[in-house]
């Protein structure tokens, strides 16, 4: 009788023992990775780049949405709250982050703007700046200034997870070098030819031309505002003759109809062109764009 009782008590022990063994690793196992939150995805995916499986990436604007007009769901907010970082772009990309970051609870978490320190361009004229501020927010399509973003998301990776500095430090690495190839094997291929201007119908690239010393000629006024004075058209059409413009750039999410008709009027084509707001890896994406971009001028 006493040997049953005995034996009760140590199964009943050993049971407890086990569950808390069993919280502590599922406890361990959640901290284990840096928890980081991103806003859209091209900042997305060069955090991924620089956080390898050293994170638990999560990101708020969904694939295919629109980057500029969003507002995050209340999920977002409880990724928010029991995330360790956080990086969005800053500059009007999201005019969501401050009264979002307002609204949430977490003392721990660290912001970074990924645009810190970048080489900023004025946006040109004030239609451009319609929902965009000051400044064009589009840095990361420089192949220059997104090792500037890299650097500070890197840094903000080493604060949470010093441990880990050395991983971070060598993905970094490995992001600018990525970098400083295509570069240089573009800077060389536009070097060579005469043709310097394309046009798009969203002007998100002028840090693209910025590194390549090319010139973007923007559709914004015609393809957005529904549907375009045929004086804007017809400036557009005579501005491609005189550049020799061959290609119209667009998003997928543009208007297709309007650079079908000015691609007809100069016996030119359209083209797809991804500026990462909601989708594409980042160095096969920006080659795929130089690629395109190269092919309709020379
Ligand atoms: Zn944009």
Redesign the pocket.
């Known amino acids: 009788m006493k040997k049953k009782i005995y034996l009760g008590l140590s199964l009943i022990l050993s049971f407890s023992m086990l569950t808390a063994c069993g919280n502590k690793i599922a406890k361990e196992k959640s901290t284990d990775k840096i928890e980081v939150v991103t806003s859209f995805n091209a900042i997305y995916d060069i955090a991924s780049k620089i956080g390898g499986d050293r994170i638990a990436i999560k990101n708020i604007v969904p694939k295919g949405t629109e980057?500029?007009d969003f507002e995050p769901k209340p999920k977002d907010m409880v990724d928010l709250n029991k995330a360790d970082v956080f990086v969005y772009n800053g500059l009007g990309?999201e005019e969501w982050v401050d009264s979002t970051l307002k609204s949430i609870n977490n003392d721990k978490l660290v912001v970074v703007e990924a645009t810190k320190n970048t080489n900023l361009i004025k946006n040109k004229d004030s239609k451009e700046g319609e929902g965009h501020g000051e400044f064009d927010?589009?840095v990361w399509l420089s192949l220059q200034d997104s090792n500037i973003m890299a650097r500070n998301i890197m840094e903000a990776f080493i604060k949470v997870d010093g441990e880990n500095k050395e991983y971070y430090q060598g993905r970094y690495k490995e992001f600018s070098e990525g970098n400083a190839i295509l570069l240089k094997e573009y800077e060389e291929k536009f070097s060579k030819i005469e043709n310097k201007g394309f046009v798009t119908s969203?002007a998100?690239f002028a840090y693209l031309c910025r590194d390549f010393k090319l010139q973007q000629s923007s559709v914004a006024g015609i393809f957005n505002d529904g549907e375009p004075t045929s004086q804007k058209l017809s400036d557009m059409v005579n501005f491609c003759k005189e550049n020799n413009v061959k290609t119209i750039f667009m998003e997928s999410d543009g208007s297709e109809k309007v650079a079908q008709t000015i691609a007809k009027e100069i016996n030119g084509n359209v083209e797809k062109i991804n500026?990462l707001?909601s989708e594409g890896s980042y160095l096969e994406t920006m080659r795929e764009n130089l690629e395109k971009i190269y092919n309709s001028l020379k």
């Open positions: 980057a500029h990309m927010p589009h969203h998100a500026t707001e």
